[in-house]
């Protein structure tokens, strides 16, 4: 280096050494502090917290997924799991960005001088909504948004408020804020003068771009999360004009076409969706497009027939082999639209059975074809596709409750049906002589044996057909080196279609054919096969201990004795009572219920349900206004049964309702006062008053309950044996009254196992299973492991969790302590967490880490979370059954 050049290079260094030794206050506003502060928070910490946020940004882009069966979310936040992955990004971004704050914050008499302490409080804010930790989000915007006033970032606050608010459903904030901004920035519509307005102000106020192409997306996000559509439309038209990046622009694009298509305006919905194809999109989204523009087509033969001919095209693309169940279900609701009633149920049908992995679209195809049997009034196949449905039913449909009651209806109906039919086949067997029996039975085996062989025929055809279509493909691929079948790519992958086309999705374990292995018995008899779902008879078979082709089964099962006979006719009068009911009551098909009543009536004239037969008679054909039949059932209840309560009801109704209420009211005090004597250690009244009350009422809700009273307080005043004793009498009186009979079960199973504190004079001290924990969502929480050390190394593993909170916690700051539960058994602490939510969050991330659990036996470990006031309990306790049974019904229950 020439001595000019060392000369130059070391007053440069002199003077950057001396600026730095003299900037480095904050607390003058001089322009050498104002200049390294400025330079250094810029250049050092946000830079490298704003990278580190932009990488975390990207891979949760990549990690997110759609679900094209909804409509698609504006933003991609990805879900909780995903956000758990980028946590170590966004913590470090965080960490930076407080260091800015922490070291370079020039706050002189209320006015900040550094420049980038606003956008490092920003950068703050976005890591933690990015981790989708929306609470300190939202403060930290709020802050920014009051400190920063007279600041254009107050924009970016406000816009960055509002989506946090949409995330945690806070749409009444939201809404404040949307409407602020929109009042500030002019009234926003779709023209482009107003655009242009908007743009012009925002830049005179030094205001951001995103600003301008955030808010009509934030206002989007607003309505769709909502699923107020119709409003949602504005904005997404306005922020397709404004925002000029292609992706954006189509995503937005195909979410509008899905917001007409859920506003009912098909036709621009199906415009929206062609345009979508014509931006070329990710294949999901132009695969999508095309099934919902067949869903959107008007009702024109000549367009029905293009739809058609697009969808029969794609189902021979090979690239659709994963899509089929939606074409299938596309051509379905075509075939519903031109009211093909055949075809709509062939295509759902095939559209069930081409389902491998997206359940939701199995779901929507199982329940259409249970509804279209319904409206129907097919009952019985209604009755299986709605049974299959419910395997697939989400917890979150908004139907959910609906289709279960329905669902139990048709079990009911289609049940007692079955009853009627089966009983009434074996009567006639058993009228027959035996040879004739014989011949009947002969021949059903007959049949069976046909069944089996056909399908065995059936299955050959089917693997010659899959072995001719793998020779094919082989040749038509023109195979280099070895032919070996796991050698050739192509061989494999049409392999492993055909696999899961038959097998859907299984997992590799022992039995692996087997869908519901449940349902094997341990006895090895003849297979009998059951549909897994309604559409496809799976692979899994029952193994029945009564062999289908065995003589014996038959006739073991037929009445021919007078009490087995009377047993039978019993089964047929209930079937028919209950299908009337539900008729009546469930499904509201009052004809139907009237003809199974009456046939009752003809076929079993002084049945044990006469009295309530006729009264349901008579309020059918009341209901109808057929008041012929009316009065005659009327009548025959009065001239029958004039003392009953049908006959009094029908009579007076308000007085009878009136008397029926004042008793009820009466049981109720009556039984409110023996259960406070019971808390109050009254025991011999609690007796004293169920015997009154089983001899003064015949409440068949009530009495279980006095009955349980009764047998608690002889627990508390005589032996185990007479306690055990009352108990299994309230199980064998009252077999109908669940609640009652499952506690007193329960009570007794606690005997057995020794659950309950027993006193030295040989009582029980206490009936209830109380638990001796407390459940409080708020408490301060900690995430426990019980390790077994006699194959752990504790260390070790306390070693594994501080690396993985350094990793995903670091600013959490928790901490791990050990102890001892027991000899064999140690204790790892990690805390604290501010409440069960954020207790959870840890749990379900740290669950899913493959270093701390992969190479571990389950039985070796146990961890669940525990708040801080139920942890003493714990310890003490030291059952970590007990507490197990605590954690899984209040944490996991609804996680």
């Known amino acids: 280096m020439s001595k000019f050049k060392y000369k130059y290079f070391y007053l440069i260094t002199v003077f950057i050494a001396l600026l730095t030794v003299l900037s480095c206050s904050t607390t003058k506003n001089t322009w050498t502090r104002r200049f390294y502060h400025n330079m250094s928070s810029k250049y050092n910490g946000y ?4 990278e580190s946020l932009k990488q975390g940004v990207a891979e949760l ?13 504006i933003y991609k936040y990805g879900s909780k799991e995903d956000a758990a992955t980028i946590a170590p990004k966004m913590d470090r971004a965080i960490e930076k960005a407080s260091i800015v704050i922490k070291k370079h914050s020039m706050d002189i008499k209320g006015e900040e001088h550094c420049n980038w302490i606003d956008d490092s409080w920003l950068l703050v804010g976005k890591a933690y909504f990015y981790k989708q930790e929306y609470k300190l989000a939202a403060q930290t915007f709020d802050f920014v948004l009051k400190q920063y006033k007279k600041n254009p970032i107050r924009y970016d606050a406000m816009i960055w408020l509002i989506k946090t608010y949409n995330q945690l459903g806070k749409f009444n904030e939201s809404e404040q804020l949307l409407d602020q901004l929109e009042n500030e920035i002019e009234k926003y519509t779709q023209s482009k003068t107003s655009i242009t307005k908007i743009k012009d ?43 000029k990046k292609k992706k954006t622009r189509t995503r937005l694009t195909f979410i509008l076409a899905q917001v007409y298509q859920k506003n009912g305006d098909l036709s621009k919905a199906y415009r929206k969706y062609k345009k979508v194809i014509k931006m070329n999109p990710v294949y999901e989204m132009a695969f999508a497009s095309k099934i919902n523009m067949a869903m959107c087509y008007d009702f024109r033969p000549k367009t029905s027939k293009q739809i058609k001919s697009t969808l029969q095209k794609m189902l021979k693309d090979k690239k659709n082999k994963e899509y089929l169940d939606q074409i299938y279900y596309a051509l379905a609701k075509i075939s519903l639209k031109e009211e093909d009633t055949t075809s709509t149920i062939k295509y759902l049908k095939l559209s069930s059975n081409s389902s491998v992995s997206n359940n939701y679209q199995k779901f929507t195809s199982l329940l259409k074809l249970a509804d279209i049997y319904f409206a129907k009034r097919e009952y019985e196949p209604a009755q299986i596709y709605y049974d299959s449905t419910i395997i697939f039913l989400p917890k979150d449909y908004p139907q959910r409750n609906s289709i279960i009651s329905k669902n139990i209806s048709l079990n009911k109906l289609v049940q007692n049906l079955k009853i009627i039919e089966l009983e009434d086949s074996l009567q006639i067997l058993a009228k027959m002589s035996i040879r004739e029996r014989n011949a009947v039975i002969d021949k059903i085996i007959e049949d069976i044996i046909k069944k089996e062989q056909e399908k065995r025929q059936e299955e050959i055809n089917r693997q010659q057909n899959m072995y001719l279509a793998q020779n094919n493909q082989l040749q038509n691929n023109n195979i280099q080196g070895s032919k070996w079948y796991f050698y050739n790519p192509s061989a494999i992958k049409l392999g492993a279609s055909e696999f899961k086309t038959k097998w859907r999705d299984r997992k590799l374990a022992d039995g692996w054919r087997i869908q519901n292995k449940n349902i094997i018995s341990a006895d090895f008899g003849e297979e009998n096969e059951i549909p897994a779902d309604s559409s496809q008879i799976d692979s899994a078979k029952v193994i029945s201990s009564n062999d289908l082709k065995d003589r014996n089964t038959y006739l073991k099962q037929i009445p021919l004795t007078d009490k087995q006979l009377e047993a039978s006719t019993n089964k047929i009068i209930e079937a028919f009572y209950n299908v009337g009911l539900v008729y009546k009551e469930d499904l509201e098909e009052l004809y139907k219920s009237i003809e199974y009543f009456e046939t009752l009536i003809k076929r079993f004239p002084e049945n044990k349900f006469l009295l309530s037969t006729y009264y349901h008679l008579y309020k059918n054909y009341d209901e109808l206004q057929e008041q012929t039949k009316a009065n005659y059932y009327k009548n025959l209840i009065f001239s029958k049964f004039p003392d009953s309560d049908y006959a009094k009801l029908i009579k007076d109704p308000d007085n009878y309702y009136k008397q029926i209420y004042a008793e009820k009211n009466q049981k109720k005090i009556f039984y409110k006062e023996t259960y406070l004597a019971y808390l109050n250690n009254q025991f011999q009244t609690v007796i004293d008053n169920s015997n009154k009350a089983d001899s003064l009422y015949k409440d068949k809700n009530l009495l279980p309950k006095f009955e349980l009273l009764k047998a608690l307080s002889i627990g508390k005043t005589h032996s185990i044996d007479t306690f055990k004793l009352a108990l299994n009498l309230i199980i064998s009186k009252y077999p109908d009254s669940n609640k009652v009979k499952i506690k007193a079960r329960n009570i007794l199973n606690s005997i057995e196992n020794k659950n309950k504190d027993i006193t030295e004079n040989g009582k029980i001290d206490s009936i209830k299973a109380k638990s001796i924990y407390q459940f409080n969502a708020d408490n301060i929480h900690f995430y426990i492991q019980i390790v077994d050390i006699t194959n752990i190394d504790v260390n070790e593993q306390k070693i594994l969790i501080s690396d993985y909170n350094t990793k995903f916690y670091r600013l959490k700051k928790l901490t791990i302590n050990s102890m001892f ?6 204790i790892i602490t990690v805390s604290n967490f501010e409440d069960k939510e954020k207790a959870m969050d840890y749990f379900n991330s740290i669950k899913k880490d493959k270093t701390i659990f992969s190479k571990k036996d389950k039985k070796n470990y146990q961890h669940f979370i525990i708040s801080v006031n139920n942890y003493s309990t714990f310890y003490k306790d030291k059952d970590v059954d007990k507490y197990l049974n605590f954690f899984n019904k209040n944490y996991l229950s609804d996680n």
Do not use: C, M, W
């Open 47 to 50: 830079f490298n917290g704003k």
């Open 61 to 73: 882009l990549k990690l997110h997924k759609d679900d094209y069966t909804k409509v698609l979310s």
């Open 201 to 243: 102000k925002f830049r005179k106020e030094k205001i951001s771009n995103k600003v301008i192409k955030e808010f009509p997306l934030s206002y989007a996000d607003f309505y769709i999360q909502q699923e107020k559509y119709a409003p949602a439309i504005e904005y997404l038209v306005t922020g397709i004009d404004i925002n």
């Open 821 to 826: 539960l027991n000899d064999k058994q140690q």
